[in-house]
């Protein structure tokens, strides 16, 4: 097997059964924009993408006519990632669809251990209307706590069918299972990718540089924008290198609604190029390789729910990130 440039990103999607995994995957591959996907499932039986993104079946294979593409996982972890790590042409994003009856972290864990993978997050769905009494069940309760427990981001599904007090009940009960942060409401959500995957930080830039042309690379600006109803988000960009202590400190004190915040920079100790990435409260960094220069200027992107009352509070965070470059 050929070694990667870099790791390839995955995300493990969790959620006991009947919790909506199958509605996700189909909405995520919906929205893919251009990305390649690979979805590695349990088993066909547990999955139904749907028909028409379908291009061609070839025994545990489906070619998605989006460019993305599934397969079966199997009973052997090790024989999948080979796999998956020799699939050509190489994807953007792994994403494992983990059985409802799964323990989501041991799968993360081969990521953790694979050299060529890098675990993105643990996503769990939460079945709104009936958590409460899968989670209190002699036989699968503990397991579906775990699910819960495991996740860096938690996901409501079938909210529509749940009152508004089965609901406040559940966000209290799943404080004390879990420090994720968790979003209400999939439905209708073309972004949700951003959240599930992380925010494409290159393109965020460029659509930002278009519309805000920058005199010289000494300028830094932030704009928030918003993607959908639900989500917005927030580019920043500083020129110089960046304590990896002092950017890991921000990172971790950003706000509770802050979801995802994704940024590349030079560190000032050892004058690498490193990646930041939290989901919900986990902070991960990486190197980059050598094709992954960002030309000195720090970058970043941060993506939380729609809260007007939180723009001020992200708007500061460019003169954070200014006076960190100073060494102030």
């Not at 969790?14 to 929205?31: E, I, P, Y």
């Not at 690979?38 to 070839?58: H, K, P, S, T, Y």
């Not at 723009?311 to 954070?320: C, G, L, V």
Request: net charge negative; hydrophobic share 40%; aromatic share 6%.
């Amino acid at each position: 097997m050929k070694a990667r440039a870099k790791p390839l990103p995955m995300t493990v999607l969790s959620g006991f059964l009947g919790s909506g995994k199958t509605t996700l995957v189909n909405q995520l591959l919906r929205n893919a924009g251009g990305k390649r996907l690979l979805v590695l499932v349990n088993d066909f039986g547990d999955i139904a993408i749907d028909e028409d993104l379908i291009d061609a079946r070839d025994g545990e294979m489906l070619s998605l006519a989006n460019g993305c593409a599934c397969c079966s996982m199997g009973s052997d972890l090790f024989d999948a990632f080979d796999k998956v790590l020799s699939f050509s042409p190489a994807p953007d994003y792994l994403l494992i669809e983990a059985s409802g009856v799964a323990e989501p972290q041991k799968i993360a864990n081969f990521a953790r251990a694979e050299p060529d993978l890098v675990l993105n997050s643990i996503v769990t769905i939460v079945d709104a209307l009936n958590f409460e009494q899968t989670s209190l069940d002699p036989h699968v309760g503990a397991l579906v706590r775990r699910q819960v427990a495991a996740a860096d981001l938690l996901l409501f599904s079938k909210t529509d069918l749940a009152s508004s007090v089965q609901i406040e009940r559940l966000k209290k009960d799943l404080q004390g299972l879990s420090k994720a942060p968790s979003i209400v409401t999939l439905a209708g959500q073309g972004d949700i990718n951003d959240l599930v995957f992380g925010p494409n930080l290159f393109e965020s830039l460029l659509e930002m540089q278009k519309d805000h042309p920058v005199a010289s690379p000494s300028h830094s600006y932030s704009k928030p924008h918003s993607h959908s109803e639900m989500f917005q988000s927030w580019s920043y960009r500083v020129n110089g290198d960046i304590s990896l202590e002092a950017i890991k400190d921000l990172a971790t004190k950003l706000p509770s609604d802050v979801f995802r915040f994704k940024g590349i920079f030079s560190n000032r100790e050892d004058g690498k190029d490193y990646e930041i990435h939290r989901v919900g409260k986990r902070v991960d960094f990486k190197r980059m390789g050598s094709g992954g220069s960002h030309n000195r200027d720090a970058r970043f992107v941060a993506i939380a729910i729609q809260n007007e009352a939180l723009n001020s509070r992200m708007m500061d965070i460019q003169s954070q990130l200014n006076a960190i470059a100073f060494g102030r």
